[in-house]
């Protein structure tokens, strides 16, 4: 089966994706997502001017061998865009396999482990009272698992609180935003206690500190949690720097969960050997593909460690597609972010899989499920968009 072209579709329906079409002499194509938020462009340049020419004509059942190459071969390994744009060839690869064996994707990977998937959401309230409704509200739609966030008082903007489909488009510019770490570390044992007091300890509840804090902080943090019993307590601190985990889990049992922003297995091999984390968030799209991710969960399986793909929206539906085949087989499965795109993503983007209960489902059609509508992304074109930054009062650069 030769690859006899392969186009790159970059469309913004509701905001920016960009998919690599993968064709092949026998009539069978595949997709794959390569969507960087905010760096879109770069990724879309890379498959175009440097990896979809040395496709054409190869065997595209050789997803190992086409992997290798463009990992080993490019000589400058790793890297968010690079990792990316290889995931988006493995995943559409991995599609047309799929579908030339005329069986679902999970079925090639070793077959189901579980029929339907445990997943998470995001309940975001400008004030206490509104995220508590809206767990509320999530709860009784029949989620048994909530990420909670809440306008930090004081703070003009806080991470993650924004309506859906509108979080980190700024166009002209990144939005620059305000962050006081004394203020969140007050604030965010009070949400929780408002949380723990309303709906008891019979829901999961998630927290995402998007890397705002120091290895002490989030000790600190992690160790005062403890009482609310989180499901996990997410990029505590940003995670270059990896033997910096070790003081949070001395001083703490709360799980902590990592890595949505990890291109490679070795951004995470010594927090896992280490068993630093409890949960590794790597998805088939930021990093590497089904090929790579398998590989990173294996590594975490040794370590108890569970996986936990990231699904937030600035990913299109393919990626959701190929995460809940990657989720229906891998046998350390813990968790997986549903966020929920937005009306025009899923008409660009017809897809097999779906939500029911706050549980996720494959689906059963051969490939991964998702396919692209290409007449309805050519009716939204690609806009500048940017994810926003964060400083301190007195100007400093911070981590958003
Ligand atoms: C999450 C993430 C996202 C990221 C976003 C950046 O846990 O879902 O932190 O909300 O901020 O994916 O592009
Ligand atoms: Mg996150």
């Known amino acids: 089966m030769k690859i006899t072209n392969a186009k790159v579709i970059v469309c913004s329906p509701g905001r920016n994706f960009v998919t690599l079409k993968i064709e092949t002499d026998d009539g069978i194509y595949g997709?794959?997502?390569?969507?960087?938020?905010?760096?879109?462009?770069?990724?879309?340049?890379?498959?175009?001017?440097?990896?979809?020419?040395c496709l054409i004509g190869r065997d595209a059942s050789q997803i190992e061998d086409i992997w290798q190459y463009f990992y080993k071969g490019a000589y400058w390994r790793r890297g968010p865009i690079t990792m990316a744009a290889i995931a988006a060839v493995d995943v559409a690869l991995w599609d047309i396999k799929a579908k030339a064996a005329n069986m679902p994707l999970y079925q090639l990977l070793g077959g189901a482990s579980r029929t339907h998937m445990l997943a998470y959401t995001h309940a975001n309230g400008e004030t206490i009272e509104e995220t508590v409704d809206k767990v509320a509200a999530f709860k009784e739609e029949g989620w048994k698992a909530i990420r909670v966030q809440s306008a930090v008082p004081g703070l003009p903007v806080t991470y993650g609180v924004e309506k859906v489909g509108s979080l980190a488009q700024a166009e002209d510019k990144p939005r620059e935003t305000l962050w006081d770490t004394p203020t969140y570390l007050r604030f965010l044992p009070k949400l929780l206690d408002h949380l723990r007091d309303r709906f008891g300890y019979d829901l999961h509840l998630l927290h995402d500190v998007h890397h705002r804090l120091t290895p002490q902080e989030a000790a600190a943090l992690a160790k005062e949690v403890e009482r609310h019993r989180l499901f996990w307590l997410e990029d505590a601190v940003p995670a270059e720097n990896q033997e910096s985990f070790r003081l949070i889990r001395q001083h703490s049992t709360t799980p902590l969960a990592l890595g949505e922003v990890f291109n490679s297995i070795h951004d995470c091999r010594q927090l896992i050997q280490e068993q630093l984390i409890d949960y590794i968030r790597t998805t088939p799209l930021h990093a590497g593909g089904i090929t790579h991710v398998r590989r990173i969960a294996d590594l975490a399986g040794l370590y108890h460690i569970r996986t936990a793909c990231h699904g937030a929206a600035d990913m299109s539906p393919i990626t959701m597609g190929a995460a809940l085949h990657f989720d229906r087989w891998v046998p350390n499965f813990g968790i997986q972010e549903y966020a929920f795109h937005p009306d025009e993503a899923k008409n660009v983007f017809p897809h097999e899989w779906h939500l029911k209960d706050g549980q996720l489902y494959s689906g059963e059609k051969p490939g991964h499920g998702v396919d692209i509508d290409e007449k309805a992304a050519e009716k939204y074109p690609y806009r500048?968009?940017?994810?926003?930054?964060?400083?301190?009062?007195?100007?400093?650069m911070w981590s958003w």
């Open 384 to 396: 500048r968009a940017y994810l926003d930054v964060a400083r301190l009062s007195d100007g400093t």
């Open 31 to 53: 997709i794959g997502d390569a969507t960087v938020n905010g760096r879109e462009l770069a990724v879309a340049s890379y498959l175009q001017d440097h990896l979809v020419p």
